[in-house]
């Protein structure tokens, strides 16, 4: 017979909530692939796995899959549930590290809070499968000694024969490579052979003054006014000038306090937290009841949200 442990991993990877009933829920949030400088690393996308002790209450979920792995009925897979999980909880009791294969490992800490730590070592994430950890070759550290390279000056006579050379040679190389390729500028009038003369002086420029008519700019003034509310959906920010108004719907950002498969369950944590302050709302998308704390549109407004939930000791995940 399969033990939850065994059973777990393969929840964890169709699903992003799986609650052992009178343990806690692990819920899950993918993450970008990203590049570690400072350890010389690149990750693939991987599953994070949060662990929240307040969700205990049984959803059905892994129940279900006990039963269907090990062809027992619903009331027997309750039960080899309940005896695992009394092992799990009295090994931490004792001050001993619990660990679960390609999960992670649990303990208490100098307060008696309990901890859980992901195990790295294996990517929940289907997506990724095949993808490993790269391992930088770093860059060269060592320094390279330059020596200075003396520059012996021309004497002042020589100079002045280096300046006549260049003056008359670069002329000479721009017409030879321009005139043939382009156009007869010559025979246009464009140019002279004179201008081959570094020696020739030029004569003054002269100009003429013009007058220009420009027409009149009017000034424009618009004011904009902009409202920001906290519920996108019933009052979306407002753009408006002299002339005309625009509506923008601004993005909603969620405090996510519990993720069940069953709506009643999701009604009795809503229940609870609203005895503590809190407005909760029930998500329901994907077959799954989210229970949010409150919602906004700033980082700033759902950030206060997260830190009284935080001074409660309730652990929230931001669906954006």
């Given at each position: 017979m399969k033990c939850i442990a065994e059973i777990l991993p393969d929840l964890l990877q169709s699903n992003e909530c799986v609650v052992i009933p009178s343990f806690g829920g692990f819920i899950i949030k993918q993450k970008s692939a990203r590049i570690d400088f400072e350890l010389g690393l690149a990750l693939p996308p991987f599953k994070e796995i949060a662990f929240n002790i307040q969700l205990k209450d049984n959803d059905g979920l892994l129940a279900n899959r006990f039963s269907l792995v090990n062809n027992v009925r619903y009331s027997e897979s309750i039960?080899?549930?309940?005896?695992?999980?009394?092992?799990?909880?009295?090994?931490?009791?004792?001050?001993?590290?619990?660990?679960?294969?390609?999960?992670?490992?649990?303990?208490?800490?100098?307060?008696?809070?309990?901890?859980?730590?992901?195990?790295?070592?294996?990517?929940?994430?289907?997506?990724?499968?095949?993808?490993e950890v790269i391992h930088f070759v770093p860059a060269s550290t060592e320094k390279v000694i330059t020596t200075?390279?003396?520059?012996?000056?021309?004497?002042?006579?020589?100079?002045?024969?280096?300046?006549?050379?260049?003056?008359?040679?670069?002329?000479?190389?721009?017409?030879?490579?321009?005139i043939p390729v382009k156009t007869p500028a010559i025979q246009s009038g464009m140019f002279s052979y004179q201008d081959f003369n570094p020696f020739k002086t030029q004569g003054a420029s002269s100009y003429v003054e013009a007058t220009v008519n420009l027409p009149h700019?009017?000034?424009?003034?618009?004011?904009?006014?902009?409202?920001?509310?906290?519920?996108?959906?019933t009052n979306p920010v407002v753009l408006t000038n002299d002339q005309s108004t625009?509506?923008?719907?601004?993005?909603?950002?969620?405090?996510?306090?519990?993720?069940?498969?069953?709506?009643?369950?999701?009604?009795?944590?809503?229940?609870?937290?609203?005895?503590?302050?809190?407005?909760?709302t029930i998500l329901h998308e994907g077959g799954?009841?989210?229970?949010?704390?409150?919602?906004?549109?700033?980082?700033?407004?759902?950030?206060?949200?997260h830190l009284k939930a935080k001074s409660l000791n309730i652990d929230t995940w931001i669906l954006k």
């Open positions: 039960h080899a549930i309940e005896q695992e999980v009394n092992e799990w909880n009295k090994t931490i009791t004792l001050g001993k590290t619990l660990k679960i294969s390609k999960i992670g490992q649990f303990w208490k800490d100098s307060e008696g809070n309990i901890q859980f730590e992901q195990d790295r070592s294996f990517n929940l994430l289907l997506s990724a499968y095949g993808l200075p390279l003396e520059i012996q000056r021309p004497h002042k006579s020589a100079v002045w024969k280096y300046a006549a050379a260049a003056a008359i040679a670069l002329p000479i190389a721009f017409y030879s490579i321009w700019i009017e000034d424009v003034s618009i004011e904009s006014t902009y409202t920001d509310a906290y519920d996108a959906h625009f509506t923008v719907e601004a993005h909603t950002m969620y405090c996510i306090a519990g993720c069940f498969s069953s709506e009643q369950n999701a009604n009795r944590l809503s229940q609870k937290l609203n005895l503590l302050g809190f407005s909760c799954l009841y989210k229970v949010s704390l409150g919602q906004g549109i700033s980082d700033q407004a759902i950030n206060n949200i």
